[in-house]
């Protein structure tokens, strides 16, 4: 049978950011898949490097618009180990409880494309107005329905007032019955079943050679959760469940973002309610010279941040490394030898962020790596370099 | 010249728009069901009007006559079909087996999409073209089926004969009948490339299908088939299934609600199901529905 190439971008409905895959196919079966990203790359990594320790929360919060907390999250928690210094314990809980009404948004934004994806746009109309509730509980706690600038190295920038607690408590139990009932329609929905189960399985093995991060983990029976494996902010201090699934597939993964959403409800209410007295910031002085790593579970996967300090007011080094990073190479293993029916809802089903991921590096037009990311590094130190000797700074 | 009137007036102008205000409804509803408020009453009129302002795009790598026929060829199919049904309605002006010309011509609107996808020369059009033709093949078989049905129980294949004999009692009204119906409901719903079998158009798999080369005017009269269909093929049920539409007194107000009824269960099916693959469509409509089919055509052979 004759191969042709399906085109899935670079602009293209199913997916909100530019990104290119290739699909070889015969008739209606995928044989091959190739991924192009990089039409988004901002250059974050660079860019933090010229801000102070506390601006940089800023721009790394900008990576990306739905887990925007997840960044800042991490990056802070990454300078905190550059030195030995302890964040205040009220900071830790209002840290979780960002973090965790964002895992909830994330997870009913992903839910609502999943259904756009397949046609159902009933639950995706249903769980983004969902979302709304949370959006205004996050407006409520820090102002911002987006991008809620909360995080500061050494602790948070705004307290959380006594009399909004009630008002969030209630917003959050509002959206309980509407959860349920989301939940039992995608669980107990028998076309979704026909639509899903099976689909784009990634196994456990193969969960663990491609490294999957998150709920696509998860899903394939991979017990890692950093919140449980690594606690950070007040993970340690109550009682929930990781979710874990084994068969791999989309309804899996569906299925775990479902009932994390229950989990992050029950984390959030714990910590509205027991939030203890106390400072909220550390006040962090001079970040001494050093080496710092932070990783938190965001609602894709495990963020990663490195930071290094030269002890001047600006990271020398900056380095992250979002969960889809990890997660879109699984691709190889899920895609191949399901229809394009099918691919559309697997490329889906590891909620990529690809601005996230975006990489660069040069090459020729017959395709020969010119340079690659850590070239450009060493090429623009030493542009730097250059530039400070010619204008007779050191 | 009676003909040319029916043509004219009943299959074209009324067609459009009964279509139009049923998509509105469709629409609408499907809004409310989504929390949204849905668009205002012209809209539909304006999508149309706006597309037949615009410029035609005609791709380079497309066959330029059959591109451009073949939303003319649906468009006529579904104006005749829906001729022939006015035209029974209202005098009983048919002929011997005017009911097979009526499914014949129903087809026309779906190959003309496979005919306008493998024209326009473009991998995802071809692959929706594709998709397109095996859901035809899938759902024609037990639509006939369920078509026979009203056939055994007025004993003939003319539409007004059909019509006739539902005077005291619809054929909906037996038990073979609303099993024919449910099949018919499910075979127009994938006539009409709804969720869930709206395979062929796929927007977030392959960006509409058969239609992505298409624009401006050649668009505007696909979607205008479209609307035209939504209001032809639940009016071919009303007149298979209830004995055709009833003008006076309490029977329009019944009219009404049968008709509403159809096109709501349509609309609620639609927002209440994710969209099926190919494979399972076939599987779907092969199995179980036929199976329906081939059990209501007995049972109305039997009497039932």
Redesign the interface.
Known sequence: MGRTVIPIGPYHPLQEEPEFFTLTVEGETVVDIDVRIGYNHRGIEKLSESKTFENSTFVVERICGICSTSHPFAYTRAVEDIFPMEVPVRAKYIRTIIAEAERIHSHLLWLGLAGHFLGYNTVYMWAWKLREEILDVMEILSGNRNNYAMFKPGGVRRDIKKEDIPVCLKKIDSILPTLDMLKKAVLDDPVLHARLKGVGVLTYQEAIEFSALGPTSRASGVARDVRKDSPYGAYREMEWEMIVTGNGDVFDKAVIRILEMFESVKILKYCLNRLPEGEIDANIEDVPPGEGIGHIEAPRGETFHFVKSDGTNRPLRHKVRAPTFMNLPTYKATVKGETISDATIILAAIDPCYCCTERLAVKDTKGKMLYDGTDLVRLSREKTERLKRRMGIR | MMFLLYFLVFGLVVTIVMGLVTSWIDRKV?AR????VGPPFLQPLIDIVKLLGKETVIPAGAAREMFLFAPLLGFAGVVSASTVLWANQLHAAGFMGDLIVAVYLLTIPSLSIILGGFASGN??AS?GASREMKLVVAYELPFILAILVPVIWAGSFGLGDIIESQKSFMTAGHISGMIALAVAILCIQAKLAM??F??PE??????EGPLVEYSGPALGIFKLTRSMLLFTLPFFLLVLFFGGLRFSGPGFFRTLLEYVGIVAILTVIR??????????AVRFFWGPVTILAVIAVVLALNGI
């Not at chain 2, 796929?202 to 960006?207: D, L, P, Q």
């Not at chain 2, 927002?271 to 399972?280: A, E, K, L």
Request: charged share 25%; proline share 11%; net charge negative.
């Open positions: 499907t069901v989504q929390y949204r991998p995802l692959l969720v869930p709206d395979i796929a927007e977030t798999e392959i960006v927002n209440t199901n994710p969209r099926v693959r190919i494979d399972q």
